[in-house]
């Protein structure tokens, strides 16, 4: 049975950091494209955002809106996929998903939900000013 699970949310003031984690269990890790998704508020689940990806040869893409303060990355002994974000703003506060799906990673850029079969339960980031 494949899991993902988001661990690392929580409330944080405008400026700071959180480096949220995916475990993911039942698949070949290594083998996997994966991602961070995040759900704005008000906004329909068919609309989550894709902000990262990883393809199982370590090659990495970003969303326009968070390049250069967030860090997508792997621990394939761990089995866990990592979101390190920095210098947060109230418009990050979202629920954020990891995905995953077979590698390579077929999509352009950081791809959309249906690049994706497998997701996690979501962890909420809040940021406040």
């Known amino acids: 049975q494949v899991q993902l699970a988001e661990r690392g949310g929580g409330s944080v003031q405008s400026g700071g950091s959180l480096k949220l984690s995916c475990v993911v269990s039942?698949?070949?890790?290594?083998?996997?494209?994966l991602g961070w998704f995040r759900q704005l508020p008000g906004v329909v689940e068919r609309e989550l955002g894709a902000i990262a990806g990883i393809d199982s040869d370590g090659t990495t893409t970003y969303a326009d809106s968070v390049k250069g303060r967030f860090t997508i990355s792997k621990d394939n002994a761990k089995n866990t996929l990592y979101l390190q974000m920095n210098s947060l703003t109230p418009e990050d506060s979202a629920m954020f998903y990891c995905a995953a799906d077979p590698a390579p990673c077929l999509h352009a850029g950081v791809g959309t939900i249906d690049d994706y079969n497998y997701w996690g339960q979501g962890t909420q980031v809040t940021v406040s000013s």
């Open positions: 039942g698949l070949p890790f290594g083998d996997y494209c």
